[in-house]
């Protein structure tokens, strides 16, 4: 299974492709959609997206081929343990995790001091 997180209001059918702005750093057109196989990564996804409005877990499914996210990937982690991955097809989504749990406030605030940091050095949250 796996699952995208997001602010967006979709519905089951709906296509996340790339071509529209990102959801993270500079915010710029996305090459790619990424998505994880751990509702913890998805859970990280929802609660840092910008945007308004709650966020949201999708399951989706890749409509193509697919490789592991080297945003995450032996930069950062070792391997994939987050088991986190990137298209540049569209996912489908095919359904939504309704009762998910975000993080702790101190989590998500390490977390967005951590963010701001890399945005000071000059380092891009996602690499294209």
């Known amino acids: 299974m796996f699952y995208h997180g997001t602010k967006a209001d979709l519905a089951i059918g709906d296509l996340i492709a790339v071509g529209h702005v990102s959801n993270y750093g500079s915010r710029r057109q996305a090459n790619f959609v990424y998505f ?69 406030p101190e989590q998500l605030q390490t977390m967005h001091a951590h963010l701001e940091r890399l945005k000071e050095q000059g380092v891009e949250a996602i690499e294209e």
């Open 36 to 104: 994880t196989a751990t509702l913890d990564a998805a859970t990280w996804g929802a609660e840092l997206a910008v945007g308004e409005g709650r966020g949201r877990i999708y399951i989706v499914e890749p409509t193509g081929p697919y490789e592991d996210d080297p945003n995450l990937t032996n930069k950062r982690f070792p391997g994939n343990p987050t088991r986190s991955y990137r298209t540049r097809d569209a996912l489908r989504v095919i359904g939504e995790v309704i009762d998910w749990t975000g993080h702790t």
